[in-house]
């Protein structure tokens, strides 16, 4: 988890970055969209991911509990 604010935080970083360098008398931000594109992309897979592992950690609990249930009702 904490690989992932690091690279959360450094992507950002270079997206503030390219903000402030962007050419207001070019045509088509350009150099803010190669920036924000992956960012989008790269949040939307970090929290997938988290979500992920968190639904994986919750069926482990349940089967746990189910089989704990069971032993118990035999």
């Given amino acids: 988890m904490p690989g992932r604010l690091i690279a959360l935080a450094l992507i950002t970083a270079a997206q503030l970055n390219a903000a402030d360098t962007v050419d207001t008398s070019d045509p088509f931000p350009l150099a803010i969209h190669l920036f924000t594109i992956p960012l989008t992309i ?18 482990e609990a349940r089967a746990a509990m189910l089989a704990e249930s069971a032993e118990t009702a035999e």
Avoid: P
């Avoid at 790269?42 to 069926?59: P, S």
């Fill in 42 to 59: 790269l949040v939307g897979v970090a929290i997938g991911w988290a979500l992920r592992e968190r639904k994986v950690q919750m069926d």
